[in-house]
């Protein structure tokens, strides 16, 4: 809870933003002051730690003793895909680098990036470093000695070290990581390597007192641990016993984060490995908003409030507005080697395999130029977010590999993701010709005939309605020849095993039950029904003895629908007497490696594609079951899911009613401020087709306009947050007004509705509850519960 000075601080912001809404005065700095009053009203956590800096127990405590304004956004360039290393003013000239000279120029400009925005600054290193040695021992045949280091203004500041010597005379190759992890440093001793555990963890930190004796720095809780770690370097470069050529550093989820800091500001550290870091580790940035199920900006400077810089926080909604990204730090530990390692499965606490890979294939290309690609590596496991031995054993492994210290170990980069556009061109040999297409208007009027005339009944619509289905079902691809699944028979509570270790959604106002082997939905398809019941726990239905239900489709989550954000939401529906089943797409949650080989099995189809028919096979899931009211079958996603929603209520006449947030920006019109048709075609593999049309969008076939109204006369709610950073807003505004003239000739007006609440990118409680109360009207139930 916020006290005090800071309380008035907030209340004051209110109160200026209140009288000023965002209008971003004239001046810059007037724009920057605005900006910051937004962000103030809109931050979601209060903080859960008293410490931001040596000098601030908040954040507004820094923000008011700094002066901290964020940027003027408004004459930032928009990077909506990962910054590119290998370019110079990159969204200004766009200079490519291509010489050495170049690069270390860029090199350069991502270091002062990086510490203005991410780690801060901190001082020179110190020239007057001493060892004490404060223990020393033998354990079977390995030196075990526990040292302080002492350096700074009268050698205030100090480090202790733990060091393992193996037997032989060296120089050997070293293992270094922090305190909590002494387990793994006994692995690597046992594999020929020196062991150097240093006190910059939670478990022990020397060198929160740095903080202290260097005032004038504004760095990090984590880069002073990063700077602690260069030290143990200086001592490691007074031992005859080191190969200064091979000193590696690990460590895990914020020790992986550090150790990233640590090889990106000191050269001698030749190779890193960061083990589960998340974001601020492997994954980027510009892939934490809600639509992801990681930590995103506001989280953790909210929650881990001294990791990283508070300058950080002003990014928050705007991640695409920052000039470097993840990817820009990782690739100053270039040349030098550098593991990613990740569970594909792990969530929240910090993995997403597809964000990962594709930090990883922007440094793939740092590392080309510099002649090494062998020395980036990418691991990712299955299961939770600890490690085990074996993850340890496969660490050094590699770093044998990069050490030359084996002939017999082979290492091989496993992506679960590996899509491109070009490779899928290869694969499925389409070509596909823009100018074949006509020039489509941004804002056609969707009631025009190509004779001008104007569409004024439902028996004219039905032909330029059928059209546009066709014209989707081309963009989804070619879908294979099938044959439904059997009728459900009933529920179960079986479950695969991949469930046991991902959070799904619980409901303490009702039950959940799965659609499962050996009686599946589609092709071969689990799915789970949460269902609300009585005092009795017997399932509660209507009157007519039929459940009403939502199919609730997941954003882009590695965990699929995983229980972030979602619990309250099925539990407030099962309130309305409504059922929700959910169920992984594909690609997600227990169907990863599923959509691993997708287009080499189906190169004509397409994931979106994919989804649709699942999605539709829920439906015949449902209408299979006798307690299922089969006439309200609703739709709702967020982000991917509000997507696939769209797509499949508008070849889905049985779909009663939809309701999405954040599931679109028309295409036509998208500006270089968001992603655009990339999403789909080359991003995430969505829809491949659509590639071809970058650079002619006026010419696609088929726009989020046309699948709006072919959804018409069914209700349909739209949320887009007025400061989604996916979303043209005004364009998205202008596809919900050319909906709606169709929507209003079939007498239908009030069935669309739309929502633009002043918030970023996500689906709020506030969206939740409005997103309810619909389904409840729409139902027919409001007033019966």
């Known amino acids: 809870m916020l006290k005090g000075e800071n309380c008035v601080l907030l209340i004051l912001c209110f109160i200026l933003v209140a009288q000023s809404p965002v209008a971003y005065g004239q001046s810059d700095e007037d724009k920057r002051q605005a900006y910051l009053e937004e962000l103030i009203q809109l931050q979601e956590d209060p903080p859960s730690d ?19 304004l964020p940027p003027n956004f408004a004459e930032m360039p928009s990077i909506p895909l990962l910054p590119d290393p290998l370019l110079i003013d990159e969204g200004g000239e766009n200079i490519p680098v291509e010489t050495r000279s170049q690069w270390k120029q860029k090199r350069e400009w991502i270091k002062k990036k990086a510490k203005h925005i991410l780690s801060g600054t901190f001082p020179p290193p110190p ?24 350096f700074g203004e009268d050698n205030k500041a100090k480090l202790t070290l733990e060091l393992f010597t193996p037997p032989g005379e060296g120089p050997f190759p070293v293992f270094m990581t922090q305190w909590n992890h002494r387990g793994w440093a006994q692995i690597a001793v046992r594999r020929g390597y020196m062991g150097l555990v240093y006190a910059g963890a939670d478990a022990k930190d020397d060198t929160r007192e740095y903080l202290e ?36 550093i690990t460590g895990h989820s914020r020790n992986g984060k550090q150790s990233v800091f640590a090889g990106a500001y000191d050269d001698r550290i030749t190779a890193v490995i960061s083990s589960s870091g998340g974001t601020g580790g492997e994954i980027p940035y510009r892939y934490t908003d809600k639509r992801h199920s990681n930590e995103e900006i506001e989280f953790l400077v909210s929650r881990r409030t001294h990791w990283l810089h508070p300058r950080l926080r002003f990014y928050w909604g705007r991640e695409h507005k920052m000039p470097i990204d993840q ?35 922007s440094l793939k290309e740092v590392y080309e130029f510099l002649d090494v690609p062998e020395k980036l590596g990418l691991r990712l496991r299955d299961g939770l977010h600890a490690v085990e031995a074996r993850d340890i054993e496969a660490y050094l492994d590699w770093l044998d590999v990069q050490f030359d210290r084996t002939t017999t170990i082979e290492w091989e980069n496993e992506l679960v993701y590996n899509y491109s556009f070009d490779k899928w061109k290869r694969l499925s040999g389409e070509t596909v010709d823009p100018e074949n297409f006509p020039v489509i208007p941004a804002d056609r009027p969707l009631r025009a005939r190509n004779n001008g005339e104007e569409i004024t009944s439902s028996d004219e619509w039905e032909t330029p309605k059928k059209d546009i289905k066709e014209d989707i079902k081309w963009l989804l691809g070619d879908k294979p020849a099938g044959v439904s ?34 009686n599946a939905m589609g092709d071969y398809l689990i799915g789970r029904l949460y269902y609300p019941t009585d005092a009795k726990g017997e399932m509660e239905t209507g009157e007519d003895d039929k459940l009403p239900v939502v199919i609730y489709l ?124 990339k999403t789909y075609s080359h991003l995430h593999g969505l829809l491949p087709r659509l ?79 409005h997103l309810v109360e619909w389904l409840d009207e729409m139902s027919g139930l409001s007033g019966k519960n």
Not at 217 to 239: C, E, F, N
């Open 50 to 68: 008293d410490f931001v800096t040596v000098h601030d127990a908040t954040w507004l405590d820094w923000v008011e003793r700094t002066g901290a």
């Open 127 to 150: 020239e007057n470093v001493t060892a004490h040695v404060l223990d020393e021992k033998m354990e079977d045949g390995v030196k075990i000695e526990m040292i302080e280091l002492r």
């Open 213 to 248: 004796l260097w005032p004038e720095y504004d760095w990090s809780t984590l880069m002073t641990r990063a700077w602690g770690a260069h030290r143990a370097v200086d001592y490691l470069y007074t031992l005859d016993r080191v190969d200064r050529s091979k000193i590696a």
């Open 327 to 361: 990817n820009s730090l990782l690739s100053l530990i270039a040349p030098n080697s550098l593991l990613l390692s990740s569970s594909i499965r792990e969530g929240k606490a910090g993995g997403d395999p597809w964000a990962i890979e594709h930090n990883y294939q």
């Open 485 to 518: 699944a059997s009728p459900i028979r009933g529920l179960t509570g079986r479950d695969d095993y991949i469930n046991s270790f991902i959070s799904r959604p619980e409901v303490s106002n009702g039950r959940s039950r799965n659609i499962a082997p050996y």
């Open 554 to 677: 997941h954003r882009f989550s590695n965990t699929g629908y995983d229980a972030t954000n979602l619990n309250a939401l099925f539990e407030d529906i099962l309130s309305e007497g409504m059922a929700v089943l959910a169920m992984d797409l594909i690609g997600f949650g227990t169907r990863i490696e599923e959509g691993t080989n997708f287009y080499e099995r189906y190169p004509h189809w397409s994931k979106l594609g994919k989804m649709v028919t699942d999605t539709r096979a829920a439906v015949n899931a449902l209408e299979s079951l006798d307690f299922v009211d089969r006439d309200r079958i609703f739709l709702s996603g967020f982000a991917l899911g509000g997507t696939v929603s769209l797509f499949t209520a508008a070849l889905d006449d049985r779909i009663a009613g939809t309701a999405v947030s954040g599931a679109f920006t028309p295409l036509r019109n998208a500006t270089d401020d968001v992603e655009g048709l």
């Open 691 to 769: 590639g071809f049309f970058t650079g002619d969008e006026n010419r696609i076939p088929v726009d989020f306009p046309e699948i709006l109204s072919a959804i018409a006369p069914r209700p349909l709610l739209v949320f887009t947050p007025e400061l989604d950073r996916h979303a043209d807003i005004e364009h998205v505004e202008q596809s919900i007004k050319q909906a709606r003239s169709i929507y209003e000739m079939l007498d239908a007006s009030t069935d669309l509705q739309y929502r633009s609440p002043h918030e970023f990118t996500g689906f709020s409680p506030s969206q939740q509850e």
